[in-house]
């Protein structure tokens, strides 16, 4: 591409872009919706994208919801999406360990139903998941430190998780004292942005308090790493020269899309401004600058129109 | 003191050194005990400095005892002591908000039993404390982020809580998102040490979560901070140049010591190594380096015996 970084994409680039982009990667939180509710003009954006012969998949680092009941939001929400379609943290954790790190053994998953679902649809065994049982902190510090350890375990597991407690991170600790113990996280987002503006604790809360505890640092599945695009590469193929990554957020999004060499479109109706990437552009911190932003993902739907074609 | 830095305390520079000193700040765990068994000859040791006509204090950055509770203990394992001899961070905390920021309003508490005694002491509402009623996981995540504030709340304290959750993160978190409300933590310990080298996730785990969500840092009560000193300061009085800080670890005890401008005396019977003083001492990191070092504060002991004299 000639033009410079962070152009607005819009009228004749928009055009020129669209029609040299065969495949389209998008984040889904912040950009398709917020909470429960479609951006407006999203649905009809990938679904033209569609009609003009594109391929669509959706990148998340979300990992509360399995491929299949990605697919059935976005087919609720008007986007309609096939599960092979989705690349969520839940399900490309689950395949990391299964042909990746290969794990002969069982996790210990700090996670929710989501994960549990995706890590069983892979063969993996998992412990841990679920609400503590009513009076599960008994007895002293003494006890805690000598919880039961299921001597299977060889991984431990975080991902969001609305019954996180102080003895899911004690058991945490425990397993990854072990230095040959594998220490995954889905993601490290701070937040977890819903409709109206309102957040609640993200992904990275957790993993921040079980690295504290283990002295370690986790292996991170999500954005900004490079493994969800990594999947789609595997299962679905992609000229990484006629694909783009359309996100709202500059250091998973824009990040991995540069680290992946494909082009970045930053769309501002979720977490990143564009003052924040300016602010990256002048600092020379370039792969957190996207090629181009667009207001909202609606912005491109003129320059998809056969009317004006 | 014409000593070099990092020197072993023995023989006639221990006596030398003791008879310069009328105030000994001790640190606990590590220092005095390990869980609940007394360093060998440490009961010992603070029996003599006293007779000796030294004063001796308590300075613990745990927050899960009161004064009295840390008063008990140390009578029971033969060390003798007023509650008034005990600064910990349960009592700190609860004279900080009282004396210093003048906190007008409640606490949302995330603590145990101490913290709240110590909070009710010092006449300081709060809200928070103790395990989450069975079936507060309810709803989704749009509830959990409309979670009902109390309006009259204007500070969040962490401290070891072993019942922390994420539910207790969330309600932090919503307190937090106001930046009146003040931010403070107890300490940032990431373990707690037990007896036979077991450990627990100490409360530094809890605050980094907390930190994460909130997109802010706690102001910290315990060591490094030189708080629990001014504490001690103000309330017994003390002459920096006649006064020794004996601790553990480097990047609390020594380095609270080096900022207040004491003498640092490290015990290798807890967390941190000769090998890691030295190394600091190399790389010129000096405020991390003792002043003396001792296998053990019992090593002290022939430095007093009248025998010798």
Same mark, same amino acid.
């Given at each position: 591409?000639?033009?410079?970084?962070?152009?607005?994409?819009?009228?004749?680039?928009?055009?020129?872009?669209?029609?040299?982009?065969?495949?389209?990667?998008?984040?889904?939180?912040?950009?398709?919706?917020?909470?429960?509710?479609?951006?407006?003009?999203?649905?009809?954006?990938?679904?033209?994208?569609?009609?003009?012969?594109?391929?669509?998949? %959706? *990148?998340?680092?979300?990992?509360?919801?399995?491929? !299949?009941?990605?697919? $059935?939001?976005?087919?609720? &929400?008007?986007? /309609?999406?096939?599960?092979?379609?989705?690349?969520?943290?839940?399900?490309?954790?689950?395949?990391?360990?299964?042909?990746?790190?290969?794990?002969?053994?069982?996790?210990?998953?700090?996670?929710?139903?989501?994960?549990?679902?995706?890590?069983?649809?892979?063969?993996?065994?998992?412990?841990?998941?679920?609400?503590?049982?009513?009076?599960?902190?008994?007895?002293?510090?003494?006890?805690?430190?000598?919880?039961?350890?299921?001597?299977?375990?060889?991984?431990?597991?975080?991902?969001?998780?609305?019954?996180?407690?102080?003895?899911?991170?004690?058991?945490?600790?425990? %397993? *990854?004292?072990?230095?040959?113990?594998?220490?995954? !996280?889905?993601?490290? $987002?701070?937040?977890?942005? &819903?409709?109206? /503006?309102?957040?609640?604790?993200?992904?990275?809360?957790?993993?921040?308090?079980?690295?504290?505890?283990?002295?370690?640092?986790?292996?991170?599945?999500?954005?900004?790493?490079?493994?969800?695009?990594?999947?789609?590469?595997?299962?679905?193929?992609?000229?990484?020269?006629?694909?783009?990554?359309?996100?709202?957020?500059?250091?998973?999004?824009?990040?991995?899309?540069?680290?992946?060499?494909?082009?970045?479109?930053?769309?501002?109706?979720?977490?990143?401004?564009?003052?924040?990437?300016?602010?990256?552009?002048?600092?020379?911190?370039?792969?957190?600058?996207?090629?181009?932003?667009?207001?909202?993902?609606?912005?491109?739907?003129?320059?998809?129109?056969?009317?004006?074609?």
């Amino acid at each position: 591409m000639t033009a410079s970084k962070c152009s607005r994409l819009s009228g004749e680039l928009s055009r020129r872009v669209l029609a040299s982009v065969d495949t389209v990667l998008f984040d889904c939180d912040g950009v398709l919706w917020r909470g429960d509710e479609a951006v407006p003009g999203a649905p009809e954006l990938v679904t033209a994208l569609r009609s003009s012969g594109k391929r669509v998949f %959706y *990148l998340t680092n979300n990992s509360t919801k399995t491929r !299949a009941m990605y697919a $059935d939001k976005l087919g609720r &929400l008007g986007f /309609g999406a096939e599960p092979g379609e989705v690349f969520g943290t839940a399900y490309c954790t689950a395949r990391y360990l299964r042909d990746e790190a290969r794990l002969q053994g069982k996790v210990y998953l700090i996670g929710g139903t989501a994960l549990s679902r995706e890590l069983e649809a892979a063969g993996i065994p998992h412990v841990g998941s679920g609400p503590e049982r009513p009076g599960a902190v008994t007895g002293g510090m003494k006890d805690w430190a000598a919880l039961e350890k299921d001597p299977d375990v060889r991984a431990v597991v975080v991902g969001f998780d609305e019954h996180f407690s102080y003895m899911k991170l004690t058991r945490a600790l425990r %397993y *990854l004292q072990d230095p040959d113990c594998l220490f995954i !996280a889905t993601n490290t $987002d701070s937040r977890l942005p &819903l409709e109206g /503006g309102r957040v609640i604790p993200g992904t990275g809360c957790m993993v921040r308090a079980v690295e504290t505890a283990a002295h370690r640092k986790a292996q991170v599945i999500g954005k900004p790493n490079s493994f969800l695009y990594d999947c789609v590469v595997k299962e679905c193929g992609l000229d990484p020269s006629r694909t783009v990554m359309v996100g709202d957020r500059l250091d998973t999004d824009i990040q991995m899309g540069s680290t992946c060499g494909i082009r970045t479109l930053l769309t501002l109706t979720g977490f990143s401004s564009l003052e924040e990437a300016k602010s990256h552009q002048e600092n020379g911190s370039l792969s957190l600058v996207p090629d181009f932003y667009v207001d909202s993902v609606a912005d491109l739907l003129p320059a998809l129109s056969p009317a004006d074609q």
